[in-house]
């Protein structure tokens, strides 16, 4: 598909439009909010500043410590962010590379890598994701690093699956019959004729890496010197936010991730519709 005509169909996807509309105003607060918005997570109010509600001095009202919600969300964007992406790109690396290999080897190396790729479906992710993490220690690199190397079997399957069926073509004959190696074929073949289904893939993929970023701080496994959406919820519950009624510190973290992961979503699904011709025709 040429790439003025993939950017058409995508375009006039109303889901796709809309997502990537929700995704480009999260990446503006992400890169110029936090020069703007100065945060400092030790920067604690006076006692009166305690949970405050929303106010022209306090946007988003202040937090258990006095600190301004408003500018933990902003400071936060950019922090949920970069672990989604990084960790998505970890997770794709690793599932393409083992989803490829295993569909145009074939054979044992098939075989192994499948059974490792089914244990990795079938281990709870979470607990498996909590472990690591309380493993590695708490650390932004730490949890890209969990998630990533979790979250890749799914990716794996998919692209082992696409693999067999692009190993079948008759050009992949006529490669081999004239002495192309195997890398030639997977670097100039396999690969870009995977590769639509990898990157529609990778944008659903990336909606779960921000979830489980969240999930993973929430429960306290972020890195409290790197304010991020799921850091800012764990202590709105560590400080009783929701029997107290304050609703400003937990309810513009929540929508923000609710609202990132949603523009991911739709823009998978509006990529998934621009791949796969069948979708197309309904």
Not at 115 to 144: C, E, H, K, Q, Y
Not at 163 to 179: C, F, M
Request: aromatic share 10%; net charge positive; proline share 4%.
């Amino acid at each position: 598909m040429k790439k003025n005509s993939f950017i058409k169909l995508f375009i006039k996807n109303k889901m796709g439009r809309i997502g990537m509309i929700i995704f480009m105003i999260f990446v503006m607060v992400a890169l110029v909010g936090p020069v703007i918005v100065q945060y400092d997570p030790q920067d604690f109010g006076e006692k009166e500043d305690v949970l405050q509600p929303p106010s022209l001095t306090h946007f988003l009202g202040t937090d258990d410590l006095g600190r301004d919600v408003f500018k933990a969300i902003v400071a936060g964007s950019r922090v949920s962010l970069i672990v989604g992406i990084m960790a998505t790109l970890i997770s794709m690396v690793i599932g393409t590379s083992l989803g490829i290999t295993s569909g145009y080897f074939g054979g044992r190396i098939d075989d192994f890598l499948m059974r490792l790729t089914d244990i990795f479906l079938v281990l709870p992710w979470l607990p498996l994701m909590l472990v690591l993490a309380a493993l590695l220690g708490a650390s932004i690199w730490n949890i890209i690093l969990v998630i990533g190397v979790t979250g890749w079997a799914g990716t794996a399957r998919i692209v082992r699956a696409q693999t067999l069926t692009e190993k079948e073509r008759q050009y992949i004959e006529r490669a081999k019959s004239i002495g192309a190696s195997h890398f030639h074929i997977i670097k100039h073949h396999i690969f870009p004729n995977v590769f639509p289904l990898i990157f529609a893939n990778t944008i659903l993929v990336t909606a779960v890496s921000i979830l489980s970023e969240t999930t993973l701080s929430f429960l306290g496994m972020g890195d409290v010197s790197k304010p991020s959406w799921g850091t800012t919820l764990h202590f709105a519950f560590e400080s009783g936010a929701l029997s107290n009624k304050a609703y400003w510190y937990f309810v513009p973290p929540g929508l923000c991730v609710l609202l990132l992961v949603l523009s991911f979503t739709l823009m998978g699904f509006a990529l998934d519709e621009i791949v796969n011709p069948k979708l197309r025709e309904r």
